[in-house]
């Protein structure tokens, strides 16, 4: 995944620019960027975030940034921003991307003259390769037309041109992007929890596929949106801080509506809800509502030197910083009947290793709740789980061993009621050792984002999609 964010207004921008880009910082934990356009001509700064904070990187680079007008990037790709001269004029780049076809795509680049100077890990660089497919247009527009029509995932941008920034949304909104004004100045993110601490009001949301072109005095549609979108429902259940508002939905009030929905049907009454913090913290006080008992803090997150458990890119080393990280609290644990939610559960290493700790602290039952609907397929459009094989997913090992074939009966398995999808469960339930273990509907999940389910994501849960 990754964020965006870009600014410009009629006074010094690094301010809210080096805040702004900051405030995407649980998107992402590779590499950080930003850029600025000024009399000067434009001034880059790219680090690698893995070991320690946007913030830390990037505040004894500050004074070597000015101008009026910046974008920046957190990204668990590539190294962003990139700095284009073309005859479209000079201009820099930054995504949020996932092309799956970008080895046919660099091919054919090639093969029409073109050539790669920015390398990450030894790969094209996938903005630097979006870029490249811009300079063949006969102008912005055209060319980040080509990028909607050409590439198999999904892409949303900023371009920091001479004329203004130039924000596009991927085709089928996967991602969200909104502007953000205040007096002299235009902001835009995909997460508005950026704006209210820099003084920005939200007054647009782009539209799937539609580029606007943003100065300091205004904002000017280049391409009108499409009718069809896709907006990914992982924004919402696990990846979106909690402020943030998409498609008018806040992030917060989705979770809350979400567990008590699930809530609803729940025939376990335990002596408290709590949560695995923190995108399960939401679900679950929505959840202790619906159910009519407390919420309470079994385990805590320690946050000083612990804040973010996937930073490692070392898989074993990520589980280990995850465990370090959540401190369980004996007073709230021993001899009680405990509920717990979580966003979801892909490996199940993780939660497998939380719950053997409640007990061991002397919780006298313990119940996990997901509020999302099963994992059964890795995503394409934007790097949710899309690193992993399909077998990395827990869901889809069970089917295997039950089935030989790891597509075997897969609708049933996507389909609450059937004797798979609960043979499924019950097996999952049973290898993380916990008493019981429900997995929220699909149906409940739309019914709090509140969208029509054409307009939103759920590959992950049932394969469903539209475009590529």
């Known amino acids: 995944m990754g964020g965006i964010f870009g600014t410009i207004g009629k006074s010094s921008c690094v301010k809210d620019l080096y805040y702004g880009t900051d405030y995407n910082s649980h998107l992402g934990t590779k590499r950080g ?23 830390t990187k990037f505040e004894p680079d500050l004074d070597k940034f ?59 660089n996938q903005t630097e390769l979006l870029a490249m497919l811009i300079t063949e247009g006969k102008d912005f527009v055209d060319g980040i037309e080509r990028i909607y029509n ?24 996967r991602l969200p992007l909104v502007i953000g004004k205040k007096e002299g100045a235009y902001a835009i993110t995909g997460e508005s929890v950026a704006f209210p601490n820099l003084g920005y ?18 904002i000017e549609q280049l391409r009108k949106p499409e009718k069809k979108m896709q907006v990914c429902s992982f924004m919402w259940i696990y990846y979106g801080y909690p402020p943030s508002t998409y498609e008018g939905i806040n992030v917060d009030e989705f979770r809350l509506m979400s567990g008590k929905l699930m809530a609803e049907t729940d025939d376990v009454k335990p002596d408290y809800v ?16 619906g159910l009519g008992v407390p919420y309470r803090r079994a385990i805590i997150k320690y946050t000083p030197t612990w804040p973010r458990s996937f930073t490692p890119t070392n898989q074993t080393m990520r589980e280990l910083v995850a465990s370090m990280k959540l401190v369980p609290n004996r007073a709230m644990l021993n001899g009680k009947r405990v509920m717990l939610c979580d966003d979801s559960i892909v490996r199940g290493t993780q939660l497998r290793d939380n719950v053997k700790v409640l007990y061991d602290y002397g919780a006298k039952e ?56 609960k043979k499924m469960v019950d097996e999952i339930c049973k290898r993380l050792g916990m008493d019981s273990l429900k997995f929220n509907t699909l149906e409940n999940v739309i019914k709090a984002i509140g969208l029509p389910k054409e307009c939103v994501c759920t590959h992950c849960f049932d394969g469903s999609s539209c475009g590529h």
């Open 274 to 289: 709590g949560a695995i913090p923190d995108s399960g913290i939401g679900h679950a006080l929505g959840y202790s509502h």
């Open 201 to 218: 009001e939200p007054c647009y949301d782009l539209g799937p596929g539609e580029i606007v072109l943003i100065t300091a005095d205004g």
């Open 66 to 124: 000015s101008g009026n007008s910046g974008i920046g990037v957190i990204s668990d790709t590539d190294s962003q921003p990139i700095i284009v001269n073309s005859h479209l004029g000079k201009f820099a780049m930054v995504t949020v991307a996932k092309v799956n076809n970008i080895k046919e795509l660099e091919t054919g680049l090639l093969q029409r003259m073109h050539h790669f100077a920015e390398f990450s890990g030894g790969d094209t």
């Open 33 to 55: 960027g930003m850029a600025t356009l000024s009399e000067k001509g434009f001034i880059r700064s790219i680090h690698n975030l893995e070991s320690t904070y946007f913030r």
């Open 366 to 421: 313990v119940h996990m709740r997901i509020s999302c609907p099963p994992l059964l397929f890795s995503c394409p459009f934007i790097n949710f789980s899309a690193s992993k094989s399909i077998l990395e997913l827990i869901t889809r090992r069970i089917v295997q061993e039950f089935e030989g074939d790891i597509d075997a009966h897969i609708d049933e398995y996507i389909t609450p009621g059937t004797e798979r999808y």
């Open 150 to 173: 050409n590439i198999k995932g999904s892409a949303t941008m900023l371009l920091l041109t001479e004329k203004g920034l130039i924000a596009a949304r991927d085709k089928y909104g």
